[in-house]
Structure formats: structure tokens, C-alpha cells
């Protein structure tokens, strides 16, 4: 909105091309962000106390929590999208349609999660939304949303292979002759998103454990957008340019804005969770982001805390229904640490700790090629 507003006068306006700078308007997307997730929260904590709003904690959970966590405010995740979408709006340039496709995504799967959350509070249950419809929201969602993008142009079916120089699988051209199977990148577009959206969710047990690694996710992503919307960049590190991605910078950006201004009450102990309306929402901007940018498959290696958590699911439950065994003492595997004895700072932040190296790692393929 400032950058239509500002650039229409620049002539008139001392200063106002500065404006023009993406480097201008990301600092103070962020800062934007911080500042309202961080003022509005203390009045959103009280307003849902008064009114005993709390997490449902389950009683099949680690014995800590029922002591520790009962009571604590939750849907957390309205003030935290409320930074990052203001944020985004005052300081991004609204004709860019990557803009768009990235915050109907964050606040789709945000309104599936807050349903989700909604159900549980009426209820006094941690029986919310039930898991086929989740599922099925997400995917028409993000059906919706990847299909408008292929439609337009701005997403294009191929995928980069990252370690490569130049090489990419391009599914409208798969081999001579076939047709165009670029409807076979989006069901994996489609994956992609559902899955990191879920991937979050479950991470999100633990105070400020899910909030760092998303916004080590964010700013990693905010860089590669920033790189790949730049012609000379893109070209000396051999990744795909991507003209509307430089704008999804104060996107990424805004995430971790807002997500500073969430972990300043979040943190150990908290005093409000961040609910799946949160955590749904934040995973599925991880995925269009990662999308959006031509940086599918890092996803899986920027957000490997997200994979572990949901492989460790996948693995408990397969072993479970197959051999009466567990493979960990709970899942998701943070709660298997603290039936470990080890205490919850020390699991967050070591898991925050590793985010940060999968993250230094995921940048440096861009020199691997």
C-alpha cells in the first residue's frame, strides 16, 4: 500500500523513492510485524482468560504438562497472522500476484486451524475438527490456490533439483512428445503444502519450540526469495530467476517480525500457545513460499526439525499398528526427550540449535552446483 502511495508522489514527495528498495520496506515490514504482534498480545492473553479460554491439555500426554500448561491461553496464532498480514500489506507491493496467493494460503489453512481451535474450546475437548476434514479443507485450499498460480503463469511446472547446475525436471515437457504433465508437479506442489502445514502442527507441542525453527524457515526463505527475484544474483548462483519472488521477501520477513513479537510471550513458560491456528497457517506459508520461490525439495532440509517431527508420527504409528511395538517413548519425538528426563528448555532450544545448522546447510547449496 506505502509503496503505491509513496512512488505515485515520488516527484512531489522528498525521500520517497526510498520506497522503491524491497531492503527499505522488508526492515520495516519487520519491525512492523514485532510491533503489533507485541502490542496486541497482553490485551488478547487477559481477553481470553477472562473468558477461560485455554489449551486442552490431553491426560495421555508427558505428566509435566497436566502441572505446568493447564490454563495457558491458546489461538495464539490470531495475533501472530494479524502482524504478519498488516505488515504485509502496508509494505508490499499489492500488484504483485505472489503476494497474494501467499496470504490466502497463510489465511485459508489460518481459518481451517482456527475452526480447528474453536471446536476444542467449546467443547472443553482436544477433539476438535476432525482429521479427514482438515485434510480435506487444506487440499482445496491449496488446490485453489496452486491452480490460480498455474493458471496465471506465476507457477510453472518444474522443479529445480538443488546441488545441480541448471538441472530441473520439467513435467510439461517430460519426455518428446508426451503431453503436458504439469498437473503431476502440482498434486506434489499439493503435498508439499499440506504437508509442511501438518509437519508444523505437530512441531507445535512445546513452548517456543515450533516458533523458532519457522522463523529460521522464514528468514531463510525471505533470502533465497530475495536472491531468485534478482536476474544478477540468480544468475551467478545458477538458480531460477523469479521475477515476482523478490516481493515474498517481506513476506518471509514479516513471519519472523511477527513470530519475535509471539516468542517474547511464548517463550519458557508461556503465557499463551499458538494454537493450530497458528501453526497450520505458518507451515502452509513455509510451503507456498518454498513453491513460489523454485526451492521445493530445500524445504525438506530447511525444515528438517518439521520432517523429523512428522516422520517420527509416521514411524510410531506404523510400528505400533504392525508390531504392538513403539519405536519412541511418545511421539512426536520432542515429547519422546522428555519422557527421557530431559527438561523442556533444553529440548527447544537444542532443537531450535539444530534448525539454525539445517538452515546454514540449506544455504550453502548454492554454491554446490
Request: hydrophobic share 55%; charged share 15%; with cysteine.
Amino acid at each position: 500500500m506505502l509503496y503505491h502511495l509513496f512512488t505515485a508522489f515520488a516527484d512531489e514527495i522528498p525521500g520517497a523513492n526510498v520506497f522503491r528498495y524491497i531492503s527499505f520496506r522488508t526492515a520495516w515490514g519487520i519491525i512492523t510485524a514485532l510491533a503489533i504482534a507485541y502490542l496486541i498480545f497482553p490485551w488478547f492473553i487477559n481477553w481470553m482468560k477472562e473468558r477461560k479460554a485455554a489449551q486442552i491439555i490431553r491426560d495421555d500426554g508427558p505428566e509435566s504438562h497436566l502441572l505446568n500448561k493447564v490454563g495457558t491461553p491458546t489461538m495464539g496464532g490470531v495475533c501472530l497472522l494479524m502482524g504478519v498480514a498488516i505488515a504485509v500489506l502496508l509494505w508490499s507491493r499489492l500488484d504483485n500476484p505472489a503476494v497474494w496467493m501467499t496470504l490466502a494460503v497463510m489465511i485459508g489453512y489460518g481459518a481451517v486451524g482456527f475452526a480447528d481451535d474453536w471446536l476444542k474450546l467449546t467443547r472443553k475437548s482436544h477433539q476438535g475438527l476432525a482429521g479427514r476434514w482438515k485434510i480435506l479443507l487444506q487440499v482445496v485450499i491449496g488446490a485453489g490456490v496452486l491452480g490460480w498460480g498455474y493458471s496465471t503463469g506465476v507457477i510453472e511446472p518444474y522443479l529445480p533439483l538443488p546441488f545441480l547446475k541448471s538441472v530441473s525436471i520439467d513435467f510439461a515437457e517430460l519426455w518428446p512428445g508426451a503431453p503436458n504433465l504439469g498437473w503431476i508437479y502440482l498434486a506434489l506442489a499439493l503435498f508439499i503444502l499440506v504437508g509442511a502445514s501438518n509437519a508444523v502442527n505437530l512441531t507445535d507441542g512445546l513452548d517456543g519450540l515450533a516458533i523458532g525453527p519457522i522463523m529460521t524457515c522464514a528468514a531463510t526463505y525471505g533470502l533465497l526469495a530475495y536472491l531468485a527475484g534478482n536476474a544478477r544474483f540468480a544468475e551467478y548462483l545458477s538458480i531460477p530467476y523469479v521475477a515476482d519472488s523478490a516481493e515474498l521477501t517481506i513476506f518471509s520477513m514479516a513471519v519472523v517480525g511477527a513470530g519475535l513479537g509471539f516468542l517474547w510471550y511464548n517463550a519458557y513458560p508461556a503465557s499463551i500457545f499458538m494454537g493450530d491456528v497458528g501453526s497450520l497457517a505458518l507451515g502452509g506459508t513455509l510451503g507456498i513460499l518454498a513453491i513460489l520461490t523454485k526451492h521445493e525439495i530445500l524445504l525438506a532440509l530447511v525444515g528438517g526439525i518439521f520432517v523429523l517431527e512428522a516422520v517420527s508420527v509416521i514411524l510410531q504409528v506404523v510400528s505400533f499398528k504392525t508390531t504392538g511395538k513403539r519405536v519412541f517413548a511418545m511421539a512426536p519425538i520432542h515429547h519422546h526427550y522428555e519422557k527421557r528426563g530431559w527438561s523442556e528448555p533444553k529440548i527447544i532450544v537444542r532443537f531450535w540449535i539444530i534448525s539454525i545448522i539445517l538452515a546454514l546447510v540449506a544455504l550453502s547449496t548454492l554454491k554446490l552446483r
